[in-house]
Nanobody, 123 residues
Framework: QVQLVESGGGLVQAGGSLRLSCAAS????????MAWFRQAPGKEREFVAR????????YLADAVKGRFTISRDNTKNTVYLQMNSLKPEDTAVYYC????????????????WGQGTQVTVSS
């Protein structure tokens, strides 16, 4: 059973930084696609970033390009989302997701989800 556990959320001022972690267990993730999504109150869940675990290729949403970075640590089975230059509009619950296939940008593409971690950016 795949388990994803997010951590690292919190309250930060605009312009600040946070690093989210997603600890993955229950499988060998070398063929998986890992992603971060976020959901703000009253809004749909939206794609933030994706990484192909085996080759490390990444893709980020336009809204976060140049500010966020996604990476993984094979030795720790952990995926990270480094968030810099945070804006109030980045406030949301951030979710880690995984899928055993090369997956896209839609939440429906992903079979496994973490419980989410709250990120709040004050102005």
């Amino acid at each position: 059973q795949v388990q994803l556990v997010e951590s690292g959320g919190g309250l930060v001022q605009a312009g600040g930084s946070l690093r989210l972690s997603c600890a993955a267990s229950g499988r060998t993730f070398s063929s998986y696609t890992m992603a971060w999504f976020r959901q703000a109150p009253g809004k749909e869940r939206e794609f933030v970033a994706r990484i192909m675990w085996r080759i490390g290729s990444t893709y980020l949403a336009d809204a976060v390009k140049g500010r966020f970075t996604i990476s993984r640590d094979n030795t720790k089975n952990t995926v990270y989302l480094q968030m810099n230059s945070l804006k109030p509009e980045d406030t949301a619950v951030y979710y880690c997701a995984a899928d055993r296939r090369p997956s896209g940008l839609a939440s429906g593409d992903y079979d496994f989800w973490g419980q989410g971690t709250q990120v709040t950016v004050s102005s």
